[in-house]
């Protein structure tokens, strides 16, 4: 029989939220925690820390993974893709076991629900209810879980149409920025995150020795009928593509208002984190700091991407203006990784989502303190994608090339106008700082093209072209 190792490889190999697809793959190693079951039940259930080591040049040689496990005296039927192996197990007298990723199981995950209902406290585990405002949801003790297919870097779990429970995959130590922010927004009554329901903390084994810990999963109140920004305003496109020879004001999908919405939302979330977590000062050296690493990025991109350098001199001017940006600037806890598909408009209005900022960055990054700015710049080239992702169908059709940019013009507008007068100050006043961010997410955007899709290029080289030109 293939190794219990070799077993956990290949399950994990083929999962989307797995990160190690960029290199060869091996697990060195799987650590458990304490069962989550009670003895002698069926299933048994406990966590499964997957160690593999990182790419060549990675900060951190080895990296840890979460597996949760369900272990079943026989075949489970409908579990077929949840499998992860068949190994003769220990830890439960030498039996053959059918060991699954627990989250596909309807009848382990009841666990993670007791857990975080009734705030229980195991060996290395820790469930930890939040005190949300009076009139918080409550979740049945027997909801059933579905898992939720959309989410790539994570999975996500519903329960009952009620509640949903994210659980991350890949581990670090230390605080989950999603859970520490959106906590702290529940706690403060915010009505623009969905609420917080509660959040399991762990400790797994340090590679080399000792233990380390952090964030396991975070159960919110499912947004129930919600529709997410992208697919809202990608509709808005097609009706606007349909219409060619209307303006975009003109056709009834027209997405200015919500983008109107989204804007001040955003602007009321700054607001709230900047009263709940604090704020600091960059002086001006943190501004030459940022430039330099922002230039850094533009060189390694132009080298990599010819259709890049011909608009690198141009970019660098936004940094060299940033460099020389002599003004304190604001910092803050802020999204970190803000677009399109991370808000939701509900009947209530838009809440945004996914505070755990970049995944690609480390956990003490996506911690900082940075300026709303990038948040700003984040969704407004979300914008920009929402309308250039779709012409690949309208290829050649000038009248349609013009209406994309009329959208994207319109819709940024909107947005910044929102921003605007729910913030009391305009970011498209912080020209310097706006261009910078503006600048070094296009660049990251032609390094992810190029590698992964590749048909997309067009998109940020087209607004790297325009960036060049101010």
Known sequence: MTSHLDQ???????????????????????????????????????????????PPGAESPIRVYQLPLSYHRAPVENLGHALVGEWTEPDLGDTEVWVYDALHDKE??????????????????????????????????????????VEQSNTSLVFSDVALLKVFRRLEPGSNPGVEIESALTEAGSELVPEVLGSARGR???????????????????????????????SSVRDLYAEADLHAEEVGGDFAAESHRLGASTAQVHSELAKALGTDIWEPAKLVEHANAMRRRLDKAAAAIPELARYADGLARAFDALAAYDQPVTVQRIHGDFHLGQVLRTIDGWKLIDFEGEPAKSLVERRALDTEVKDIAGMLRSFDYAARSLLADHQGDQQ?????????????????????EAAGSDPREQSVLLNAFLADKVIYETLYEARNRPSWLMIPLSAAAQLAEH
Not at 123 to 142: K, M, N, T, W, Y
Not at 219 to 224: D, E, L, N, P, W
Not at 403 to 417: K, L
Request: contains cysteine.
């Open 8 to 54: 956990v490889q290949s399950f994990c190999a083929s999962q989307r939220w797995f990160g190690e697809k960029g290199h060869d793959v091996h697990v060195e190693a799987v650590a458990t925690s304490t069962w989550l079951s009670d003895a002698d039940a069926w299933p048994a259930v406990r966590i499964g820390f997957v160690y593999c080591a990182g």
């Open 108 to 149: 382990a995950t009841p666990y993670w629900l007791d857990g975080l209902t009734h705030g229980r406290n195991l060996d290395g585990l820790e469930f930890h209810p939040v005190q949300a405002p009076e009139g918080s949801i409550e979740v049945p003790e027997d909801a059933q879980s579905l898992v939720l297919t």
């Open 204 to 234: 797994w084994p340090r590679a080399g020795g000792g233990t380390d810990s952090g964030e396991l999963a975070m159960m919110t109140a499912f947004q129930k009928n919600a529709t997410d920004g992208w697919t809202f305003a990608t």
């Open 400 to 420: 349609i090339a013009y209406r994309a940019a009329e959208w994207v013009t319109r819709n940024q507008q909107a947005f910044c106008d929102g921003y605007a």
